[in-house]
């Protein structure tokens, strides 16, 4: 079946960085759209960074040159850099694998929790 493990969340001080990871197993990762999510408490969830089956990015106002997804498709993987941390980036972040073309395909990992405190 698919799984998409995340990891890598923790307790970080502002200013501080974070590596997330999002293990992935049951799908074809090539051929899907990886991004990362996060809901924060009280709020909608909300889409964080993108990156395409071609390697295109697209991230969140409130963290376009904090923060870099990337993906390695060897390993079935996709992760999350977060450079230069605020209080306002504490949330659930959850890893999402969308096929392109076949509607349903559209998998969710379990979330992993960052928060950022001093």
């Known amino acids: 079946q698919v799984q998409l493990v995340e990891s890598g969340g923790g307790l970080v001080q502002p200013g501080g960085s974070l590596r997330l990871s999002c293990a992935t197993s049951?799908?074809?990762?090539?051929?899907?759209?990886m991004a990362w999510y996060r809901q924060a408490p009280a709020k909608q969830r909300e889409l964080v960074a993108q990156?395409?089956?071609?390697?295109?990015?697209d991230y969140a106002d409130s963290v376009e040159g904090r923060l870099t997804i990337a993906r390695d498709n060897a390993k079935n993987t996709v992760f999350l850099q977060m450079n230069s941390l605020k209080p306002e980036d504490t949330a659930v972040y959850y890893c999402n694998a969308r096929h392109p073309y076949l509607r349903g395909l559209n998998y969710w990992g379990q979330g992993t929790q960052v928060t950022v405190s001093s």
């Open positions: 990156i395409t089956t071609e390697g295109t990015t």
């Open positions: 049951g799908i074809t990762f090539s051929r899907y759209i």
